[in-house]
C-alpha cells in the first residue's frame, strides 16, 4: 500500500509518499526515494535506519501539528490533511490531488492540463494568512486537472491540482 | 540500617522538581514523606512519590503553596515531626519558620530570626559589614534627599538606588548621573512601597559588568560553621540565573580562599544553622563585595554536590535533627567540574516569555556524570501559576572543558516536544567562545545573544522521512488504513501498537 501524506514546511507544502514493502518503508521526498528500516521501542521514539546509517528521532503529535527531534534540533511541521488514497495496482499509474493547506488567494496557476511536471515543480501560488505557500509537485508525471485559478479564494483541502505520475 | 531515622515522618511544602529531590532523600534516609498539591498539581510527579498527600487549594499559590496554615495543620493531623519548604513559596518566610517551630515540629532551614536578619537588604549589610565582609560601596544612613545626593557624589557615579525590602529587581535603580537621582529615588520609593509596602530605600556602587559568585554555607546547632566552596552563577536572563558552575573559571586559590573565609566569618557572625547562600559580586580587578544571603537552599545546590560529594539536602535534615555537620572543612573539596542549566518552557527569541502547554514527549539524556532532576516530563501541563522550569540538567567531568562537551552532548539528547524550550538558545550559550574560554558576567546573555533566533532552515529531509512514517503508523493505528493491510499478507502487527516492534532493521 502506498499513501501521500502532505507537510507544510515553512511556506511551502511539502508531499511525502509512503509506501510499505517487504518490512521496511519507501518514502519519496522531493523526488528521491529513501530505502527506511523503523525500530520503536518507546511511544514517539523511532530509530530510521537508511543504508545502514542510523538516525534516532522522536515524533509528537497534536492534531495536526508535528514536531520531531533530530540531532539535537526540534523541527515544527504542520500535516496537511485530507490526503488521497494512492493504491499501487498492478503496474497503474498512481495519481494525486493537491489541495490547499490554508484558506487563501490564489495568485498564480503555473501549469495547464496536460503538462509534464517534475517532482518539486511549483504548480499553484497561494496567498494565505500574509503568506506565500507554493503547491509542488509530489512527484514525476502529468497534470490531469487544475481546479483552480488566479485570483480565486480557496477553503482548506479544496482541491487545486490532480496529477498523474509516470510509472 | 538499623539506625534509628533523623526525623519519622516530613510534610514537603513544596512542589516540582525540588519537592521530588526532597522526597528521594528522605525515602533513602528511612522517612516516611507527605506531599502537598494544588488543584494543577493532583496527577504530579512528586504527589506520586509521596507516602502520602494532602491538598492544599486551587492552583494559585496564594491559595496552595503559600497557606501556611494549612500545610501546618496538615503537617501536625497526619503526625509529622518536620516541614522542609524547598525554595520558593515558604521557604524564607520567618512567620511560618516560627510557626511550625512554635507548634512543636521541626522546620528544616534556618530560624525565623535569621531570615528577618537576612531578608532586610540594610541589616544584613551592616551584619557583614561588622562582621569584616567586604560589601558594595553604599549608603544606608538616612532618607533624604539631600543626604542621598551628597552620598552619590562620594560613591561616584553609576549608583544603584535598591529597595531595602527588595528583590526580583523591583524598586532597583542605574543612575548615570547626580541630575538623574531626584527622580529616580521618588520612582524607587514608588515601586518599593507597592511591592512590598516599605518604601526604605538605599545607595550602591553600581559594579559595572560583574561576576555573580556565591558560596555554600551551612552552620549547625552546636557552632561548627563551613563553606562548600562557590558556584558561578553569572550567566542569567531578566535577573534569574540559566548556568551555575562550580568551580568559577574566575577564581584562584587566593581568592577562592578570602571569600570562603568571609563566608564562614559571616555565618558565624549571625549564628546562622542550616544550609544558606552568600551572594558576591566580583569585578574585573578581582574585588569581591557581599551582595546578600540567601536562607535556603537554592535551586542550583547540585553542582556544589556534583563536586564535593555532599548530599546538601541530607545535610539538612541532619543539622535541622540537632546533629552536628557530618564533614569538617579539611575534609571538603573540589572534585573536577560540574555545570547546570535550567531548562526552561520559554521563548528565547522572545524576551524568554514563559510558554505554557502540554510535554508531549520528554526523553531525558542518561549517562556517565549526567543528572536531571526534573519536575515535568512526558505528559505533564506546564501552567501559568508557577515558574515554568522544567527540569535542571547537570553534568560532572573531570575538568571544565570536559563538562562543557558533555552539557553540549546532554542538551542535544535531551528531547521536549510540545512545548518551546530554551535548549537550543542553552546549546548556542554553551558553544560561544566567550562561555568556552569561562568570559562569564552578568551580562553575557544582553551582550552576545540580544538579537538571538532559533535557526529557520528547512528540516532535513530526514525529519519529513520520521513524520511521514509516524503518520502511516498512527493512522494505521486508528484504523483510517485498515484495508491493504491483509493483503500484505502480515500477521505479526505492530500496527496495534506503536509500542515495541521493530521492522527491516538489520541486527
Known amino acids: 500500500m502506498k499513501m501521500d501524506y502532505r507537510y507544510q514546511v515553512g511556506d511551502e507544502i511539502k508531499t511525502v509518499t509512503v509506501e510499505r514493502k517487504n518490512g521496511r518503508f519507501l518514502v519519496t521526498v522531493d523526488g528521491e526515494t529513501f530505502d527506511v528500516g523503523v525500530a520503536s521501542s518507546e511511544p514517539n521514539l523511532f530509530n530510521l535506519e537508511i543504508g545502514g546509517r542510523r538516525w534516532r528521532t522522536v515524533v509528537g503529535h497534536r492534531e495536526n501539528k508535528r514536531c520531531v527531534a533530530l540531532n539535537g534540533d526540534v523541527w515544527r511541521i504542520e500535516r496537511v490533511t485530507e490526503t488521497r488514497r494512492q493504491r499501487s495496482g498492478s503496474g497503474g499509474a498512481a495519481s494525486g490531488g493537491l489541495g490547499s493547506a490554508m484558506p487563501g488567494q490564489v495568485l498564480d496557476v503555473l501549469v495547464s492540463v496536460g503538462d509534464a511536471v517534475s517532482a518539486g515543480d511549483t504548480l499553484v501560488l497561494l496567498e494565505a494568512m500574509k503568506m506565500e505557500l507554493r503547491i509542488t509537485a509530489p512527484m514525476d508525471g502529468t497534470v490531469k486537472a487544475v481546479h483552480c485559478a488566479a485570483g480565486e479564494t480557496v477553503n482548506r483541502g479544496q482541491l487545486l491540482v490532480e496529477m498523474a505520475s509516470d510509472e | ?507
Open chain 2, 1 to 507: 540500617m538499623t539506625q534509628k531515622p533523623l526525623f519519622n515522618k516530613i510534610l514537603i511544602a513544596n512542589r516540582g522538581e525540588i519537592a521530588v529531590r526532597i522526597i528521594r532523600a528522605c525515602q533513602e534516609m528511612g522517612i516516611a514523606t507527605v506531599a502537598v498539591y494544588s488543584d494543577a498539581d493532583a496527577a504530579s510527579l512528586h504527589v506520586s512519590l509521596a507516602d502520602e498527600a494532602v491538598y492544599l487549594g486551587g492552583a494559585p499559590a496564594a491559595e496552595s503553596y503559600l497557606r501556611g496554615d494549612k500545610i501546618l495543620q496538615a503537617a501536625q493531623k497526619l503526625g509529622c515531626d518536620a516541614i522542609h519548604p524547598g525554595y520558593g513559596f515558604l521557604s524564607e518566610n520567618a512567620d511560618f519558620a516560627d510557626a511550625v517551630t512554635a507548634a512543636g515540629l521541626t522546620f528544616i532551614g534556618p530560624t525565623g530570626d535569621a531570615m528577618r536578619a537576612m531578608g532586610s537588604k540594610i541589616a544584613a549589610r551592616a551584619a557583614m559589614q561588622s562582621a569584616g565582609v567586604p560589601v558594595v560601596p553604599g549608603y544606608q544612613t538616612t532618607d533624604s534627599d539631600a543626604d542621598l545626593l551628597t552620598a552619590a557624589a562620594d560613591i561616584g557615579f553609576p549608583v544603584l538606588v535598591k529597595a531595602s525590602a527588595g528583590g526580583g529587581g523591583k524598586g532597583m535603580r542605574v543612575v548615570q548621573s547626580s541630575a538623574e537621582l531626584p527622580n529616580a529615588l521618588a520612582s524607587a520609593r514608588r515601586e518599593a512601597q507597592n511591592a512590598f509596602g516599605d518604601d526604605r530605600i538605599y545607595l550602591e556602587k553600581y559594579i559595572v559588568n560583574p561576576r555573580h559568585i556565591e558560596f555554600q554555607i551551612f552552620g549547625d546547632t552546636h557552632g561548627n560553621a563551613i563553606h562548600l566552596f562557590e558556584r558561578e552563577c553569572s550567566i542569567q536572563r531578566r535577573h534569574q540565573k540559566i548556568i551555575e558552575e562550580s568551580p568559577s573559571p574566575f577564581l584562584d586559590d587566593d581568592l577562592r580562599r578570602r571569600m570562603g573565609d568571609a563566608a564562614v566569618a559571616a555565618v558565624r557572625a549571625v549564628g546562622y544553622v542550616n544550609a544558606g547562600t552568600i551572594e558576591f559580586l566580583v569585578d574585573a580587578d578581582r574585588n569581591f563585595y557581599f551582595l546578600e544571603m540567601n536562607t535556603r537552599l537554592q535551586v542550583e545546590h547540585p553542582v556544589t554536590e556534583l563536586v564535593t560529594g555532599v548530599d546538601l539536602v541530607k545535610l539538612q535534615l541532619r543539622v535541622a535533627a540537632g546533629k552536628e555537620l557530618s564533614v569538617v572543612q579539611q575534609a571538603i573539596c573540589q572534585q573536577g567540574h560540574a555545570i547546570e542549566c535550567r531548562i526552561y518552557a520559554e521563548d528565547p527569541a522572545n524576551n524568554f516569555l514563559p510558554e505554557i502547554g502540554k510535554v508531549l514527549r520528554a526523553v531525558e539524556p542518561v549517562g556517565p556524570g549526567v543528572r536531571v532532576d526534573a519536575g515535568v516530563t512526558t505528559g505533564d501541563e506546564i501552567s501559568l501559576h508557577y515558574d515554568p522550569m522544567i527540569a535542571k540538567l547537570i553534568v560532572w567531568g573531570e575538568n571544565r572543558a570536559e563538562a562543557v562537551r558533555k552539557m553540549d552532548w546532554a542538551l542535544r539528547h535531551y528531547v521536549v516536544l510540545g512545548v518551546t524550550t530554551n535548549i537550543p538558545f542553552l546549546r548556542d550559550v554553551v558553544a560561544h567562545s566567550a562561555f568556552r574560554r569561562g568570559d562569564l558576567t552578568t551580562n553575557f546573555v544582553p551582550d552576545h545573544f540580544s538579537d538571538w533566533q532559533l535557526h529557520t532552515e528547512t528540516p532535513p529531509d530526514i525529519a519529513l522521512v520520521a513524520v511521514a512514517i509516524s503518520d502511516m503508523l498512527a493512522d494505521a493505528n486508528r484504523g483510517a488504513v485498515t484495508d491493504g493491510m491483509a493483503g500484505d499478507g502480515d500477521r505479526f502487527s505492530p500496527w496495534t501498537s506503536l509500542r515495541g516492534f521493530r521492522m527491516g532493521v538489520t541486527q
